[in-house]
């Protein structure tokens, strides 16, 4: 069974460019989150989708966005970027609200460095 | 609000020594915990939980973490540490809300 696949590995932007992060769950699961892990924070919550919608987020600007597609894959959107935004992005999933106290399947994350 | 403390950066042991890595957790409500370790520029893998049941969880690579509810706490622990085990350990808690949160981590190193 194939895991959490995330794309691109690495992405280099410069200062008040867009960037496009992708994840695909692990076959059966509905839900999506995304974590931003920067040097030395931990690993601070951004979004979470299930069911095609966007459920709860986290304290982040709006220029943080995201989505999920039918087939519950999901994008991650940062506009405008900054350098604080450098960091590494995380997608994890897990089968969603029937199963609350499920854990967490991670990918291996996405690098974002902002110049 | 929920949250999770782990209270060192950092833990030193020598390998074949027990270790302990500590966390504790602020809920309303029961919570549901966990442990996930990081290897260098991987994702987070998966420990063990606890939702309810015995104190003592049982998990992957002879990782085992007690339970203590009067104490908050939700200490990772392991009889002989490996060399292999260095990595960055979190500890995570959810309320039952879906919104998993993480402490802030603590890197573990083992000296052959």
């Known amino acids: 069974e194939a895991g959490v696949t995330q794309s691109p590995t690495h992405l280099i932007k410069t200062r008040g460019q867009q960037a496009t992060l992708r994840c695909s769950p692990i076959?059966?699961?509905?839900?999506v989150y995304w974590y931003q892990q920067a040097l030395g924070l931990g690993l601070q919550f951004l979004l979470w989708?299930?069911?095609?919608?966007?459920?709860n987020r986290g304290n982040f600007p709006p220029r943080f966005s995201g989505r999920q597609f039918p087939n519950y894959s999901s994008e991650l959107n940062v506009n405008a970027l900054e350098l604080e935004d450098s960091a590494l992005y995380l997608c994890?999933?897990?089968?969603?609200?029937?199963?609350?106290?499920?854990?967490?399947?991670f990918g291996e994350g996405s690098r974002l460095t902002v110049l | 609000a929920q949250s999770v403390a782990q209270p060192e950066d950092q833990v030193n042991v020598a390998e074949g020594n027990p270790l302990t890595v500590k966390c504790t957790y602020s809920?309303?409500?029961?919570?549901?915990l966990f442990w996930y370790v990081q290897y260098p520029n991987r994702g987070l893998q998966f420990l063990l939980k606890?939702?309810?049941?015995?104190?003592l969880v049982k998990g992957s690579y002879g990782f085992e973490a007690e339970f203590n509810k009067s104490q908050t706490s939700f200490h990772l622990k392991k009889p002989s540490a490996l060399v292999s085990d260095s990595a960055l350990y979190f500890c995570?808690?959810?309320?039952?809300?879906?919104?998993?949160?993480f402490g802030a981590g603590t890197r573990l190193f083992v000296k052959a």
């Open positions: 994890a999933s897990s089968k969603g609200q029937r199963t609350r106290t499920g854990e967490l399947f």
């Open positions: 076959s059966g699961h509905t839900s």
């Open positions: 989708y299930d069911e095609g919608e966007e459920r």
């Open positions: 809920v309303s409500g029961n919570p549901y």
């Open positions: 606890y939702i309810t049941g015995d104190n």
């Open positions: 995570a808690v959810n309320s039952g809300g879906f919104k998993t949160i």
